[in-house]
């Protein structure tokens, strides 16, 4: 094989290699690329199902403090109610009572 043979292999070669070398960085550049894209991408992604999370929770927190707010209302009427009914049996007992000693002071004076 001749001199100029032997750099004319060596020379393509060498732009084999260069190419070959080209290639993989351009492979690497782009699966970073991707690769933060796609980070990018789960991030929004997470981003929007953690609001959702909290909106969810925040809509089953709403309902559970409407559930007992309804029930104080409800317990505290139904208290109300009773100590009503109970006070106006108090306000009959009493009347009577002052009849009967409106009437025993009369009959007796």
Known sequence: MAKNEILS???KAEE???SMVDEAVDSKNK???DARAESREILRQAEIDAHK???DSFKVGEEKILEERDK???DGEKNALAM???????I???VN???QEFERAVLNE
């Open 53 to 55: 999370a909290a909106q």
């Open 97 to 99: 009572y002052l009849v």
């Open 16 to 18: 084999s290699a260069k």
């Open 84 to 90: 009503s009914q109970k006070a106006q049996a108090n």
């Open 9 to 11: 292999e060596i020379k």
């Open 92 to 94: 009959d007992k009493s």
């Open 31 to 33: 699966r970073i690329s």
């Open 72 to 74: 104080i209302v409800n």
